[in-house]
């Protein structure tokens, strides 16, 4: 079975500060992985997503994340926190051979600091 | 391009008592994802349609819930009777395809008091 663990509840950085947030999986095979965003009272947006090919993937907004086997790690960045980035952020991992069927890890709340 | 509608946005209920959500997925999208989304936690599927069928209904609790997409178009998620634990936010979500991007709707938050 998959699972996400997502470090650290809540995340509070600076504006203009490096925004980190981390996500480790579990799968027994290679899975697909997702980073989404959930403003209040709001539906999820897709933020990036990587199934196969290059490691580093790029998403919407400046953000970013590193598919890393080794440390069965998706960790999300961005370098340069917003205001508008505060927002509650989830990894998923995708079961292998679903259709899209996502497992949720419990979610990080960013707050962004002036 | 109109997004995933829900209705209602908000709903209070008491326990023991019968309630019934809606979803109307983008236009085309064959999909349709039901996701259980309880506070401090992340969203939870509980049923995936293709197209008028289902595909993976596991995680349902199919003693007191129950879905339908019966025209392979809108959706609609009872619940009944309600139970203090439901309390959460319902999530739907579609797709053009399985291995698509899916959109999600606002959701449905329902209190169980």
């Known amino acids: 079975a998959q699972s996400v663990t997502q470090l650290g509840s809540h995340v509070s950085v600076s504006e203009g500060a490096l925004v980190l947030l981390r996500c480790n999986y579990s799968?027994?095979?290679?899975?697909?992985l997702f980073w989404y965003v959930q403003y209040p009272n709001q539906g999820l947006q897709l933020l990036l997503k990587y199934t196969t090919g290059a490691t580093l993937v790029k998403g919407i907004n400046g953000f970013e994340a590193e598919f890393k086997k080794s440390e069965t790690s998706f960790h999300l960045t961005k370098p340069s926190a917003h205001m508008s980035d505060a927002a509650e952020y989830f990894c998923a991992v995708e079961k292998p051979g679903s259709a899209r069927q996502l497992t949720f890890g419990s979610g990080t709340q960013l707050t962004v600091l002036p | 391009e109109a997004g995933v509608a829900q209705s209602p946005r908000y709903k209070i209920i008491e326990k023991r008592q019968s309630v019934a959500f809606w979803c109307n997925p983008i236009s085309g999208h064959a999909t349709l994802y039901w996701y259980q989304q309880i506070l401090g936690q992340g969203p939870k599927l509980l049923i995936q349609?293709?197209?008028?069928?289902?595909?993976?209904d596991s995680q349902l609790p199919k003693d007191r819930f129950s879905a339908e997409r019966l025209k392979g178009v809108d959706s609609t998620l009872k619940i009944q009777p309600a139970k203090l634990e439901d309390s959460a936010v319902y999530l739907c979500a579609s797709s053009p395809q399985a291995n698509t991007e899916a959109f999600f709707g606002q959701g449905t938050r329902l209190t169980v008091v």
């Open positions: 799968s027994s095979v290679p899975p697909y």
């Open positions: 349609f293709q197209n008028n069928g289902v595909v993976d």
